[in-house]
């Protein structure tokens, strides 16, 4: 997650997905992990892959599915 953050500010990263900034300290820092709902919510307003985020593979990019569209 601190990777994710860059040179955004603790309370820039929180404020996006709608959690608190000390929610984003204790998540980045280790002493608690995000539930499912705050990772899909992270994967999707940062564009990045869940399996990434998790450390499951270091490709970054969200695969994007489209279902009905040819």
């Not at 280790?30 to 593979?57: E, F, M, Q, Y």
């Amino acid at each position: 997650m601190r990777e994710l953050r860059g040179s955004s500010s603790l309370r820039e990263m929180a404020d996006a997905i709608g959690i608190k900034y000390s929610a984003w300290a204790r998540y980045e820092a280790g002493g608690s992990t995000p539930g499912g709902d705050i990772i899909t919510n992270i994967c999707r307003v940062h564009r990045c892959s869940a399996d990434w985020l998790l450390g499951l593979s270091d490709n970054s990019s969200p695969n994007i599915v489209t279902h009905g569209k040819n």
